[in-house]
């Protein structure tokens, strides 16, 4: 698929996908969904990729929302309402269904659909004069790409009801506070501290890696006992693997892991 509102590169075993509207904050508009579903898909398929980040073009904005316009179509019709939500929400979960880390780099505002965008990533980074928020409330809306289920499940209940009711915008620093965003660095340290990160968990098995973020995320609606059961699958899984031989006998040989993700 030729993409126009987007751009993906593929550098190494990291692939990048930016949101390209900047003259309109990068909002998603339905074109941007259905494009961004497409690069997801390629970037699942991808064997040579181990991670994705996911950024904004420009220096203003991560991703501003949904497109307002377009949100203005669905007004007085509930129905077209829900599969819009749909559509966004089976987008924004192709993350979940990834198979490798995804982490939002957030570069300038993280609005409504964009902090949905950067809550359904692994992992957030983002620049100091980040401002993120779920400003729906204010256009008479809640958020509908799945950010209400995300926020309260990454911060607490107590922060999602703050953001989601206030419409605030908080600065990064705040959001990290909070347990929103991960890791925070001035906007020209940015690009370089993401990547450091994305190469730390690179240096890992990926096998691990996968079935670290698949425990925490079905863990995410269990009790501790069943989440315990859970656990277990996955780390008599990992014993399995030829990358669990070799992360112990590197370490005993005191070298680094060369993992095959077998
Ligand atoms: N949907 C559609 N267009 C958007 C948009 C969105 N979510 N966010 C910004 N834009 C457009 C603006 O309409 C403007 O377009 P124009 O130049 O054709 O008039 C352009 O992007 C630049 O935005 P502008 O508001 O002029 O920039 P700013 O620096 O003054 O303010 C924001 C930046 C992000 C604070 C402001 O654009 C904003 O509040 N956006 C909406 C955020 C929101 O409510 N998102 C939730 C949607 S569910």
Redesign the pocket.
């Known amino acids: 698929m030729a993409y126009e509102n987007i751009l993906l590169a593929k550098e190494g075993r990291v692939a990048t996908i930016t949101i390209n509207r900047p ?3 990068n ?3 339905h074109q941007t969904l259905t494009e961004l579903g497409h690069a997801l898909d390629d970037v699942a398929q991808d064997d040579a990729v181990g991670a994705l980040v996911i950024t904004g073009s420009g220096d ?2 991560f991703v ?8 203005l179509e669905v007004a007085g019709n509930d129905q077209g309402a829900a599969e819009l939500a749909g559509f966004g929400q089976s987008v924004f979960r192709k993350l979940d269904q990834l198979g490798k880390p995804s982490v939002a780099m957030i570069n300038g ?1 993280a ?4 902090c949905e965008l950067a809550l359904a990533c692994t992992l957030r980074t983002a620049s100091n004069k980040a ?1 993120l928020g ?3 409330v ?2 008479g ?1 809640i ?2 790409y799945g950010g209400s289920q995300r926020l309260a499940r990454i911060a607490g209940p107590g922060v999602a009801r703050e953001w989601i009711l206030t ?1 605030d ?1 908080f600065g990064a620093e705040d959001a990290q506070r909070m347990g929103v965003i991960n890791r925070v660095f001035a906007p020209e340290e940015l690009a370089e501290g993401t990547q450091k990160l994305v190469q730390s968990m690179l240096s890992k098995g990926p096998i691990a890696l996968r079935f670290g973020m698949e425990a925490v995320l079905r863990g995410w609606d269990m009790d501790q006992e069943q989440g315990e059961v859970m656990e277990t699958e996955y780390f008599g899984k990992a014993a399995l693997t030829q990358d669990m031989r070799e992360g112990m006998a590197a370490f005993l040989e005191k070298r680094k892991a060369n993992f095959t993700g077998k």
């Open positions: 003259d309109k904050m909002a998603l508009n203003k904005a501003a929302g949904a497109d307002i316009s377009e949100l505002f609005l409504g659909g964009g401002r779920l400003p729906e204010s256009l809306i958020p509908g419409g915008m």
